[in-house]
């Protein structure tokens, strides 16, 4: 019998099964649990679980070299930006090469998770059984808690977030309506952009507190994310290059009917869209300013502007909840906040992980398969944290580091500049090898 830890996963979306893998090629024993029937979470379109965001038209917006396990690579003819049911199989297959599918109980919901007096985690099942395991990794995913915003008035259509949207069908027949949608971030680009066809909606309002950078997915003809500022490159001289080719390559916002920007490229988590620019300054969508309140059979803006409408779909973003916990510890701060060593550490709780709790840029698919080698080593004791006091003060130099471009929002609270954060939790684990060799 292994003398390792035991471990719980919570979660078989890609941040949970690629740390069941790295778990797995350290002989670490662990259960995997997973609400659904199949693994891959968000990416699995009609997910049982009710969890999963995808729309029938959803590509991702990382391009497929940014995206792929680097022990698992994509397919060599795959597209830049592959369909959703791609990326699920994709997972699908990493899971069964693998052999992790029987190492993960499917249909079975973590309900409850407690440390208990001795350290080690209590962990109570949806089928009323419990378990203790000395280790916790949370990999359930940020991206199925909707945030609606509060209006005032009542609004006598449907309202929908965007996490329920399917397809223009489903659940509402968008056909010949009014549909207001709210928010400019990547899935409200989509569904704007998919309803103001024609042939579908009457016509589509964006509404909006600001402006954004609609970003293209390809520069030169080359996905836009292959050419990020390497983590080498000063930051502020990155952001400026950056920031100079994005305006120069797209100009002004104003010049295809949007609101101007209140802030500079990239100062938000990047909206990317190759075809909202286009329905804007094809008269096909209406940007308007933020809704001040509904009103019966219409939206009032905060200029006055009132919009006649069937529909509103709120895409208006999300927010981490741990619905197993009930220590306010463990929970996120009124700001949406929720600190971590490395985003993965709670300092002074060693044996609790998080996985993929972060916004990444540019992607959040292979994240975990970096934070499990952090993990892994901790859990065999190759790796040593540093003292409660070093993780936060290291956590603020991060902080400033990552959320330093963004303005300050609940949206972006734990935006990761990818390339960065692997550079610096790789130089981390060999820091805490040499801090566990000399306490050896
Ligand atoms: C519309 C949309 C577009 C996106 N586009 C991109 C993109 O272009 N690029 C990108 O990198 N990311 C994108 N994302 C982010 C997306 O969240 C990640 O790509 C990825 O799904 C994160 O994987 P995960 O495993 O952390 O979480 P999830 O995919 O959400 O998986 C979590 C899993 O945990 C399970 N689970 C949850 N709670 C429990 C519990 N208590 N017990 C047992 N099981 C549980 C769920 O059933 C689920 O299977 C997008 C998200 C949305 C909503």
Redesign the pocket.
């Known amino acids: 019998m292994s003398s390792l830890p035991t471990v719980c996963i ?8 690629t740390t069941a893998k790295r778990l797995r090629d350290h002989d670490i024993p662990y259960d995997c ?4 029937d199949d ?6 379109f009609g ?1 049982p ?1 009710g ?5 029938q038209s ?1 590509h ?3 391009s497929t070299t940014r ?1 792929q396990f680097e022990d698992f690579p994509a397919g060599a003819d795959w597209p830049h930006f592959p369909h959703h049911s791609l990326i699920h199989q994709y997972f699908r297959d990493y899971v069964d090469h693998f052999g992790l599918r029987d190492t993960i109980t499917f249909g ?4 409850h998770a407690a440390r208990q007096a001795d350290g080690t985690w209590r962990v109570t099942l ?1 089928t009323g059984q419990t378990r203790d395991y000395d280790a916790l990794v949370v ?6 808690n909707p945030y609606l915003p509060d209006y005032p008035g009542s609004f006598d259509g449907p309202v929908l977030h ?2 329920a949207y399917r397809s223009p069908f489903d659940p509402v027949d968008m056909r010949d309506k009014r549909i207001v949608v709210v928010g400019m971030g ?2 409200a680009l ?1 569904i704007a952009s998919e309803l103001s066809h024609r042939s579908i909606a009457r016509h589509v309002w964006v509404s909006a507190r600001r402006g954004v950078w609609v970003l293209s997915k390809y520069r030169g003809g080359k996905p836009a994310d292959k050419m990020m500022m390497p983590p080498w490159m000063p930051k502020k001289l990155g952001l400026a290059l950056s920031r100079r080719a994005i305006k120069k390559t797209l100009g002004n916002m104003e010049d295809y009917g949007l609101p101007k920007p209140d802030h500079e490229p990239l100062s938000a988590h990047p909206s990317v869209s190759v075809d909202f620019l286009a329905k804007a300054g094809s008269g096909d969508l209406t940007c308007v300013p933020a809704i001040e309140r509904l009103d019966g059979d219409a939206v009032v803006c905060v200029d006055g502007t009132r919009i006649e409408a069937d529909v509103i779909v709120c895409a208006t973003g ?1 927010r981490m909840a741990f ?2 916990f009930d220590d306010p510890e463990l929970l996120p701060d009124a700001q949406h906040r929720l600190p971590l060593f490395k985003r993965i550490v709670k300092p002074g709780i060693g044996n609790l992980y998080f ?3 972060a916004q ?1 840029s ?4 292979n ?2 398969e970096q934070q499990s080698k952090l993990i892994a080593r901790h859990l065999t004791g190759e790796y040593e944290l540093p003292s409660v006091a070093e993780m936060e003060a290291i956590i603020a130099r991060d902080e400033a580091k990552h959320l330093g471009q963004y303005y300050s929002a609940p949206r972006h609270t734990i935006q990761l500049d990818f390339a960065r954060y692997v550079r610096d939790l790789h130089r981390e684990i060999e820091a805490g090898r040499k801090r566990a060799a000399a306490v050896r």
């Open positions: 919570i979660g078989a979306g890609c941040s949970g099964f649990f997973e609400i659904s693994v891959g979470g968000n990416w699995y997910n679980n969890r999963s965001a995808c729309y959803l991702i917006d990382t995206l079975t919901a973590v309900e949806s990999a359930n995913g940020h991206h199925w965007s996490h990547n899935s989509d999300y619905p197993f996985a993929g709790l990444a540019p992607t959040i698919v994240l975990a």
